[in-house]
């Protein structure tokens, strides 16, 4: 059964650092997001990407943030410069239609 | 704003029972709803969806049940196992195409006693 697939699985970085985040979509899905879950909270949706553009963003995602789909399977979440409380998992979501989103196994990030 | 939660933080279950969790949303504009289990160290595992067109939905050992009127979401499993164990989130979407994004529940988290 085909499956989002993210990497790394846990980041370590210090804070002000340039992270990335890498997930591979479900290879026939055309809708891709990012998720984050602070440690005992519920997800929140950051972005979703369509047709190689942002469609919707939240207030999350500032100008720290930015997504990419370098080529035809990664699409990456940048974070700038990171900050203690970026730390979190970030999951990556896609979906064929605007349904049903199916989500990676996430990347710990811990920003010391 | 509007939000979605669930009534419950913990559910504590013996095998073999069955577990019912619960959901309350707001957003009387959201059309479809989608539950979805989280093990530990894990991503958000889709179990069963329903659009609100619907107020019933049957999976695999899973029932869906949606009451529009109180806005209100429920996920029935039946004869749990202690591979059910984990935390669950219901989770909207708002209808009309103005937006994909899913907001989340607080989660529910279910424990099976052996």
């Known amino acids: 059964e085909p499956e989002v697939t993210q990497t790394p699985s846990h980041q370590v970085t210090q804070m002000g650092q340039e992270v990335i985040l890498r997930c591979v979509p479900i290879s026939n899905h055309l809708y891709f997001y990012w998720y984050r879950q602070i440690l005992g909270q519920k997800v929140e949706f950051l972005v979703s990407?369509?047709?190689?553009?942002?469609?919707?963003k939240s207030e999350i995602f500032d100008d720290q943030f930015s997504v990419e789909r370098p080529d035809g399977s990664n699409f990456t979440l940048k974070i700038r410069s990171t900050k203690l409380e970026d730390s979190a998992m970030y999951f990556c979501?896609?979906?064929?239609?605007?349904?049903?989103?199916?989500f990676g196994p996430g990347t710990r990030l811990t920003v010391l | 704003g509007e939000s979605v939660g669930l009534h419950l933080p913990t559910l504590s279950v013996q095998e073999g029972d069955n577990s019912i969790i619960n959901c309350a949303y707001s957003?009387?504009?959201?059309?479809?709803f989608i539950w979805y289990k989280q093990e530990s160290g894990k991503g958000p595992q889709f179990i069963i969806d329903i659009r609100s067109n619907m107020d019933k939905r049957q999976g695999q050992r899973v029932t869906v049940l949606l009451n529009k009127t109180v806005k209100h979401l429920s996920l029935q499993i039946a004869a749990t196992q202690p591979g059910d164990s984990a935390v669950y989130f219901c989770a909207e979407k708002e209808g009309g195409g103005a937006t994909n994004k899913l907001i989340f529940g607080t989660g529910t988290l279910l424990a099976v006693q052996p």
């Open positions: 990407f369509y047709n190689n553009e942002i469609s919707e």
């Open positions: 957003n009387s504009a959201s059309d479809y």
């Open positions: 979501a896609s979906t064929a239609s605007t349904d049903t989103q199916y």
